[in-house]
């Protein structure tokens, strides 16, 4: 007789006992988020380009910010096209929409923040035009804004100052702290800010963590070895997405970072900084994505519902995954 194969030789312990294996009860207990591909229906003529910036409004509908022409592009939950502005803006990076439903617009090359009406209206100018600086009327590449709930304003300043700026409702200068390195309090790259309650959270993009302050300043505490944060989204639950990437140490050749990322990943946090969900999203190839992929994911926001728009960089395009619960 001759020997049987090496494999099968392995395999003989578990046929045998087979019939004695459980039958796994088939639950979901986990939600998960499942892409749209119809969303959203743009017209032919409407051009897209990198995609760093999205926010949901009190209605749900979707506030897509392109460096393309005009930047700012607004469709509703089914995906309807509705207007688009913005020819003012030279090159987009986040955008909020604050709790009267302003919208505010971050643009890194003029060096300015700005507040709009829904329609595109300009109410408010933050920041020199066209000139780059470090004191009370300047910035120098903003990356993003976010809202106290008594309405006082805070700009991440960015890719070159490496601070954070405090203003009144009214624009007017408060405060400033950070700097650049990689200490506590300091900054590389403060990519992205939020607001909740009384605390001040910032993704520290190039320390690969997540920093707290109180809204004067004070270092609070820090997340560390868990994403490095390209953007943040705040929850009606006063929750903290985060999109971004796995942690990395600096490669040879890097400017900024981990780009490219390794991976692409969502975090769902308290207040605190538990944990609430992990969310694990493909990366796709430059060139091939496919729908659900993303390379270089930028942006997100919730909406009402739950569901999670995400903008990417390299996919140029933005995206809507519905939440699917068990």
């Known amino acids: 007789m001759k020997p049987l194969p090496v494999l099968l030789t392995l395999l003989l312990p ?20 499942k892409v749209d591909p119809a969303w959203p229906k743009r017209p032919a003529d409407l051009a897209w380009a990198e995609m760093p910036g999205i926010a949901v409004d009190a209605k749900d509908n979707v506030y897509v910010f392109t460096r393309a022409k005009p930047p700012v592009q607004v469709f509703d939950a089914s995906g309807k096209f509705l207007r688009a502005w913005g ?31 829904p329609l595109g209206k300009l109410l408010l100018t933050l920041g020199t035009p066209d000139k780059a600086g470090r004191d009370n009327n300047h910035f120098y590449m903003p990356t993003d804004v976010a809202f106290s709930p008594a309405g006082d304003i805070f700009v991440s300043d960015g890719y070159g100052n490496a601070r ?6 009214e624009g007017n200068f408060k405060n400033a702290w950070g700097g650049l390195g990689h200490a506590k309090g300091q900054f590389s ?3 992205t800010i939020a607001a909740i309650k009384d605390r001040i959270y910032v993704g520290d993009r190039n320390n690969a963590r997540i920093q707290v302050f109180s809204q004067k300043g004070d ?5 560390t070895n868990l994403i490095i944060p390209w953007g943040f989204a705040v929850t009606p639950k006063d929750e903290l997405w985060v999109c971004g990437s796995s942690p990395a140490q ?5 400017k900024v970072l981990g780009v490219p990322p390794a991976d692409q990943i969502l975090m769902r946090f308290t207040p605190q900084g538990k944990l609430l969900q992990l969310v694990v999203l493909h990366l796709g190839i430059e060139g091939k994505l496919r729908p659900g992929e993303l390379n270089w994911v930028h942006a997100i926001a919730p909406d009402s519902q ?9 996919g140029k395009r933005a995206q809507k995954f519905t939440l699917k619960l068990p």
Do not use: C, M
């Open 219 to 223: 270092f609070l505490e820090e997340w």
């Open 189 to 191: 790259i403060p990519h």
């Open 164 to 169: 954070i700026v405090h203003f009144d409702p």
């Open 250 to 254: 600096w490669r040879k050749d890097d």
């Open 87 to 117: 020819d003012h803006i030279a090159s987009s990076h986040h955008i909020r929409i604050d709790p009267k439903g302003h919208v505010w617009t971050t643009d890194i090359e003029r060096h300015l923040v700005q507040k709009h009406t």
């Open 14 to 33: 578990i046929l045998a006992h087979a019939q004695d294996a459980p039958t796994y009860p088939r639950v979901n207990v986990a939600p998960i988020f």
């Open 306 to 314: 739950g569901n999670l728009y995400l903008g990417d960089i390299k």
